[in-house]
Nanobody, 121 residues
Framework: QVQLVESGGGSVQAGGSLNLSCVAS???????MGWFRQASGKEREGVAT???????LYADLVKGRFTISRDHAKKSLYLQMNSLKPEDTAVYYC????????????????WGQGIQVTVSS
């Protein structure tokens, strides 16, 4: 069973930045990974994904503000979040072992526990 552990969340004022990290227990699931988020009372949604070939996919709401990246040596996935807005407030989840470059939850096999990001105005 692959384990994913997120870190780097917290509280920040609007316009600020946070860098989320996700460490995987193995390297095989690193090849296709993504970040999702779930705001209170809303469904979980895709934020950014990264496939085996390094191709990326971003949700329209975060394009130009968020950057997904990966470090195989550290078995880690990152999400650099800049120009944060109150509407970015959510629990952020790392997910891995996707079978394609997609935002669809069903294509991801493993999930982290999630980490809270709160952006105040």
């Amino acid at each position: 069973q692959v384990q994913l552990v997120e870190s780097g969340g917290g509280s920040v004022q609007a316009g600020g930045s946070l860098n989320l990290s996700c460490v995987a227990s193995d390297t095989h699931s690193l090849y296709c990974m993504g970040w999702f988020r779930q705001a209170s009372g809303k469904e979980r949604e895709g934020v950014a994904t990264l496939d085996t070939f390094g191709r990326t996919l971003y949700a329209d709401l975060v394009k130009g503000r968020f950057t997904i990246s990966r470090d195989h040596a550290k078995k880690s996935l990152y999400l650099q979040m800049n120009s944060l807005k109150p509407e970015d407030t959510a629990v952020y989840y790392c997910a891995s072992a996707c079978s394609r470059l997609t935002m669809e939850i069903a294509y991801f096999q493993y999930w982290g526990q999630g980490i809270q990001v709160t952006v105040s105005s």
